[in-house]
């Protein structure tokens, strides 16, 4: 392990891979293995806006949004959250939440953050991460 996850995602089982093409990856990540969590990322080490090239920046946007369209099909989720920070780690990426229909308004937003305490469940993101990767629309 380095001190880079996004960075040590890039060995991750293929369970945990939802989408990998030759720039983008979005997987399941240890520590963040809330079913419906993912972890979209740059796979090469570039930190925040500025390290993209204008073709990463062109192409983060078409990527997540079949990654959205994907979790909303196999979730029926109502949306999907963005989030990025880029605190703990630099690395270019985004934590990818899908939030459900029944969520209580205290979770709605930042809120939802809070759910990572109480709601692990590596067995079931899997489970999610597979479905998700099957409802992947074609390019
Ligand atoms: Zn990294």
Redesign the pocket.
């Known amino acids: 392990m380095?001190e880079?996850?996004?960075?040590d995602l890039e060995s991750a089982d293929d369970a945990a891979v939802v989408y990998r093409d030759e720039t983008w990856s979005c997987d399941v990540a240890e520590g963040y293995d809330v079913p419906g969590w993912f972890i979209l990322r740059l796979r090469r080490?570039a930190e925040g806006w500025d390290g993209l090239t204008a073709q990463e920046a062109a192409g983060f946007g078409v990527v997540s949004k079949r990654i959205a369209a994907a979790i909303q099909a196999a979730t029926g989720a109502p949306t999907v959250y963005f989030m990025s920070f880029g605190e703990n780690?630099p690395?270019f990426h985004f934590l990818v939440i899908t939030r459900p229909e029944d969520l209580a308004p205290e979770f709605k937003g930042a809120g939802i953050l809070a759910l990572r305490a109480t709601n692990r469940d590596l067995a079931g993101s899997l489970e999610t991460a597979s479905t998700v990767r099957q409802a992947l629309p074609a390019t």
């Open positions: 380095s880079c996850l996004p960075c080490h780690y690395h």
